[in-house]
């Protein structure tokens, strides 16, 4: 079940009455700026502060006239406010509002996600400690390759998700910034100890350097650390879409009473999780290209990025709260098949044991290339016919000049592929 809470929470951040709720947030912080410097009187704060407020109607009913919605819902306030008025704005840009307003909301999106990666992390630890000893088959190439564990390829997995996390953080705290330097950010009639108060009742950084508006390129590091993880669930989706194929079978999506597959084919059971995670990756990496579009403005500002904000930061925002908390519960549901992973690690008498057995000929003081000449001939064999390497390599009279029958057997011992395994498990807390 998708947490929904989690959905309503970061859906509510990009409402058009929450971001005229940042708005109001930043215009009274800057009232209390003034009030601090005492450039507005305390009755007149406390009397701004009373009666601050707006109507989403209204604000509309404003903007079908003068076409401007920071002007429109200034008129809003202003009009609730009454003659104190006056000392909404002062000095300011529009770009002030809208630009600090956005990194509040990035910081309390910022906020779910971060909770959706640890809560993803926490789960995949769970499922790993379930599996540490659960053998399963690595691939290369989506070709057989050695043994492993089920527990190591979550490991990998938990790994992407903590640099996820480290490389979010790192773009939420460059987004964490604010400006109120009015037009072209000169400072011209507003003293710039107003942005360093305001910023500081905010919780946010004043920009080191603002034109009238902050650089695009900090916005598009956030949604490209967005871009990132989508690509990592995708990376994940792809993997488990793969296990659930029918000729494998290692591990496939939870099956709820009553589901049904196709409406065509009863017997059918599909990775529809995993396959919706992938293709709405697919959305949350076009929108980083759109991000990295609004960097080039023209001189000290353009509008060119605000229509393309309006969508890419809200949709990034709430698809990647939508699609980790959907893996969270793909991942915590997830059935595995151990039997099918166990017999898919011996196919064709267990060819991915043949590096040992060409180390062992190596041992034996074979050269490699002839130890290697030896083994694939053998494996291929196997391969090619349906047949079982282990039977011949001990039916091959070359092999046995070096090896004893024994020394063949020993080498498909699936224990000497997991001896260190607890090594990279320490490395999780596994």
Avoid at 191 to 211: G, I, R
Wanted: hydrophobic share 40%; charged share 25%.
């Amino acid at each position: 079940m998708i947490d929904r809470y989690s959905r309503d929470e970061m859906k509510k951040i990009w409402e058009l009455n929450s971001k005229f709720k940042y708005y109001l947030d930043v215009e009274l912080a800057v009232c209390k700026a003034y009030n601090k410097l005492g450039k507005i009187p305390d009755d007149i704060l406390d009397d701004i502060l009373k009666k601050a407020d707006f109507s989403i109607d209204r604000i509309n009913e404003i903007e079908n006239e003068v076409h401007h919605d920071v002007i429109a819902f200034l008129t809003n306030v202003n009009e609730n406010i009454g003659e104190n008025s006056r000392f909404l704005h002062m000095g300011m840009t529009s770009s002030d509002v809208i630009d600090t307003a956005l990194a509040l909301q990035i910081k309390d999106s910022g906020k779910i996600i971060l909770q959706d990666i640890d809560n993803l992390i926490s789960i995949l630890k769970i499922k790993a400690r379930e599996h540490k000893s659960t053998v399963c088959i690595g691939r290369s190439h989506g070709v057989h390759a050695e043994p492993m564990t089920f527990a190591i390829k979550l490991c990998g997995w938990i790994d992407l998700f903590e640099r996820n996390k480290r490389n979010l953080l790192k773009a939420l705290d460059e987004a964490n910034v604010g400006q109120i330097s009015g037009p072209v950010g000169t400072y011209s009639n507003i003293d710039p100890n107003v942005e360093k108060l305001t910023c500081a009742f905010l919780n946010l950084k004043p920009a080191k350097f603002s034109t009238q508006v902050i650089a695009r390129d900090i916005h598009a590091q956030y949604i490209l650390a967005l871009a990132l993880i989508a690509s990592c669930i995708e990376l994940v989706s792809v993997e488990l879409r793969h296990l659930q194929r029918t000729e494998v079978l290692e591990a496939e999506e939870g099956f709820a009473k009553g589901q049904k597959g196709s409406s065509a084919m009863p017997h059918k059971k599909n990775p529809i999780s995993a396959e919706n995670l992938s293709g709405l990756a697919r959305v949350v990496r076009s929108n980083s290209i759109s991000a990295l579009e609004n960097i080039p403005l023209w001189h000290e500002r353009d509008i060119s990025h605000s229509s393309v904000e309006r969508i890419i930061f809200p949709d990034s925002s709430i698809l990647i709260d939508y699609m980790l908390v959907r893996l969270s519960n793909l991942i915590e549901n997830l059935v595995i098949h151990k039997d099918n992973m166990k017999k898919n690690t011996k196919l064709f008498g267990g060819i991915v044991f043949s590096q040992k057995v060409l180390l062992k000929l190596c041992d034996k003081g074979l050269s490699r290339e002839d130890s290697y000449k030896l083994v694939q001939r053998n494996a291929l064999s196997a391969f090619n016919n349906n047949g079982n390497f282990l039977e011949n390599l001990l039916e091959d009279n070359e092999v046995l000049n070096y090896l004893t029958p024994d020394e063949i057997q020993s080498c498909f011992n699936i224990e000497d592929y997991l001896k260190n395994t607890e090594e990279i498990y320490k490395r999780f807390e596994i």
